[in-house]
């Protein structure tokens, strides 16, 4: 069974960083996409920033290109986004994701292709 945990969240001010981490455990297969996805309170889940095993497939939210960095640790099972310029709008709980089949093949992340999800992490950005 696939289990994801993430680790990096907190609070930060306006123009901070802050690093995720997503660590994948019972993976039975050495090619999957990964994602994040964040939600913000009243609004749907947002596809934020995906790759392939190979760090392929790259795809990025317009709000957050040329701010935000994802990347991978396939040795290590282990995804990143580092998050650079934060903004208020930022706020929100990441959910790292991670699926078998071919997540990474769609133009745009979209939640109901990823089975597998963490417990999520809170990013609060203040002003």
């Known amino acids: 069974q696939v289990q994801l945990v993430e680790s990096g969240g907190g609070s930060v001010q306006a123009g901070g960083s802050l690093r995720l981490s997503c660590t994948a455990s019972?993976?039975?297969?050495?090619?999957?996409?990964m994602a994040w996805f964040r939600q913000s309170p009243g609004k749907e889940l947002e596809g934020v920033a995906r790759?392939?095993?190979?760090?392929?497939?790259?795809y990025y939210a317009d709000s957050v290109k040329g701010r935000f960095a994802i990347s991978r640790d396939n040795a290590e099972n282990t995804l990143y986004l580092q998050m650079n310029r934060l903004q208020a709008e930022d706020t929100a709980v990441y959910y790292c994701?991670?699926?078998?089949?071919?997540?990474?093949?769609?133009?745009?992340?979209?939640?109901?292709?990823?089975?597998?999800w963490g417990q999520g992490t809170q990013v609060t950005v203040s002003s």
């Open positions: 790759l392939s095993t190979a760090s392929e497939n790259i």
């Open positions: 019972g993976v039975p297969y050495r090619v999957y996409c």
């Open positions: 994701t991670l699926d078998l089949t071919g997540a990474c093949a769609t133009a745009t992340p979209t939640p109901d292709a990823y089975r597998n």
